[in-house]
């Protein structure tokens, strides 16, 4: 290598033309596989984004304009009111905490079990380790319509529906296997000299689990909490079978889902744009605070 | 600090491999013990079990006067310093000196006296508030380092704590470490692969093979008096020379060479004229040989064909072919198979017509070169005799009369 390194200079300095050809030549030659793929990837992006952009300028909408002849067309002019009607009228505002405050808490538990299970899973030989990993991630093939009936049977029976603590439970169990799958996965990359220097630095297994490991996991475990986030969030099906009963605690989706079906053929379109804009905002805002944190690599300078 | 004590010490992997074998070891308070050995000897397994790090399968470790086979890590009182430095990636420089210290409770003001008096005497103090990741390799290895001495422990466990910094930078923590240690006088067991670093940093070195102990006792005895030809041929570098040769009671005969034994060789080591008439392992180490014209006079004369030359500045590597096989005794082998990292069938270069080479480190003012005839000198009362069946030292004080 350092050979290389030090011929290149001694044959460029004699000849600085041909090496402008040679960097020119490489410019011409574009890797068509590369253009493919930004090709795709451009096609892609249009795909997720233009649906989001559309749905937020039907929320500016007038009733007519968005079934009316030309639903690509900008607004008209810009309405503000239907988002009035779908915070008040429709109760978006209230949905909107009560998701926020559920998925908050089912977030939490799921994170502190799933990386508390991964890490014994990834990290200490046992018997019936494997067994219980697998039937970890077995649950990640499970449909969710398959229990429904059955898992509505369980909760009323712990007098558990209709109620948050139901929900959040429920919530917990359908994380926990891809949460469990994906940070074991994490644990077992994490240089393992670290925790013995905490053990022997004075820590005991759950602090060196806390203080150390999980500080470590950071990247994994934002990248999954994003992912539990999203997936609990746009949770439709479990609220709508766990929450039935009671109108004054139900999740966002159930709420923007209401305007439509509610009003049957006199739905209030702009309304339901504006509550699906709600919805959405949160999410996003949440991707963008903690997607910096997840390319940081935090194990960078533990070991060698 | 402490003494600690190894007894009987086994550590059996589950599948039944035997990585540690009745390992029995007194490293003394304030000593500073080098476990040394190929790779797979066992010695970071050892290490690992006086940590805590690694379940005793039998014996017992004790650090003090304590028995510490059920204590978990924390409560043994002992610092680590790992390969890998294994910092906390999340926490400062600072931090990382004082998580022990604030783990035990320290008062505050005497955590922060602690971790100024260690940056200071590693030269960390500007880099206190950097994060592990912003430090160079060196730095880092100084910072492992500071965490272990803030924490003041009976005794410091170092696992090849300086194989991942660069040649010079190694040199230079060689020297440091030796400081730390006379000046902190605290007990130290230190694990290396590296014959060098273990006789200039140890105190004692304690060579293992096969998780068994083959020799502990301070370097230059190592060097001078090998125990068997395993320690012969791990200890010094170059390596020691071997040849079957016979042995009568006016000299050594090899090769189409002979060589006088002088009287007083036979008195220093007993049973050594047992072996008259017999076919004994001879050894003799390449820093035993000189070029005839720079060697003193009453030192016995070989000529040989040089092969290849290493001119060093300071001294020449003379390699040169002796008409006598390799010796192929199982500690032999054990060597050459660590010396191509394990890969058997690797050996170095094809042996021409099955002659063993040897090197002799000779004067960089002789004039030899590769290819010419050269007289060489041996300190025949250096010649190191060896059972050819045991592999042990001749009349070594510490092996069994034959």
Known sequence: ?304 | MAQIVLQDVDKIYAGGVKAVDALSLEIRDGEFMVLVGPSGCGKSTALRMIAGLEDISGGTVSIGERVVNDLAPKDRDIAMVFQNYALYPHMTVEDNLAFGLKLRGTPKPEIKKRVADAAKMLGLEPYLKRKPAALSGGQRQRVAMGRAIVREPQAFLMDEPLSNLDAKLRVSMRASLNQLHERLGVTTVYVTHDQVEAMTLGDRVCVLRDGKLQQVDTPQRLFDAPVNLFVAGFIGSPSMNFVTAKLERDGVSFAGFKLPVPADVFETKPGLSGYAGKEIILGIRPSDFEDAAHAKPDWALIDVTSTVTEELGSEINVIFAIDAPPVEHKDTLALAKDATEGEEEETAIPLLDNKALWTARVNARSRVRPGQSLELAIDTHSMHFFDPESGLAIGHPDTPRV
């Open chain 1, 1 to 304: 290598m350092t050979s290389h390194t030090d011929l290149i200079p001694a044959a460029a300095s004699g000849s600085n033309a041909s090496h402008g050809a040679r960097r020119g030549k490489r410019r011409d030659k574009p890797n068509p596989l590369l253009g493919l793929s930004h090709v795709a990837l451009a096609f892609w992006a249009l795909l997720v984004v233009v649906p989001l952009i559309w749905t937020f300028l039907d929320a500016f909408k007038g009733a007519g304009e968005i079934t009316g002849g030309n639903p690509w067309a900008l607004p008209h002019s810009w309405h503000f009111d239907a988002f009035t009607r779908a915070w008040s009228k429709a109760h978006i505002g209230q949905y909107l905490l009560n998701t926020a405050f559920v998925v908050a808490v089912s977030t939490f538990f799921t994170m502190l079990l799933g990386s508390m299970a991964a890490y014994v899973l990834a990290r200490f030989q046992f018997v019936g380790n494997r067994f219980i990993y697998l039937l970890f991630v077995s649950g990640m093939t499970f449909p969710v319509f398959l229990a429904l009936v059955p898992l509505f049977g369980v909760v009323k029976q712990l007098g558990m529906l209709n109620s948050y603590v139901g929900l959040v439970l429920v919530y917990v169990a359908y994380s926990l296997p891809f949460t469990v799958f994906f940070m074991a996965a994490f644990f077992k990359t994490l240089p393992t000299t670290v925790a013995e220097a905490a053990m022997i630095d004075g820590c005991g297994h759950t602090r060196t689990f806390f203080r150390i490991m999980l500080p470590m996991a950071k990247p994994g475990l934002i990248s999954i909490a994003i992912f539990n986030v999203i997936g609990q969030w746009n949770q439709y099906l479990l609220p709508l079978v766990l929450l039935a009963g009671k109108p004054d605690k139900w999740m966002i989706t159930q709420g923007v889902a209401n305007i439509s079906v509610s009003a049957g053929a006199d739905s209030d379109w702009p309304a339901l744009f504006a509550a699906l804009s709600i919805a959405i905002i949160p999410v996003i805002i949440v991707y963008i605070i903690f997607q910096r944190q997840i390319q940081s690599g935090l194990t960078a300078g533990a070991v060698k």
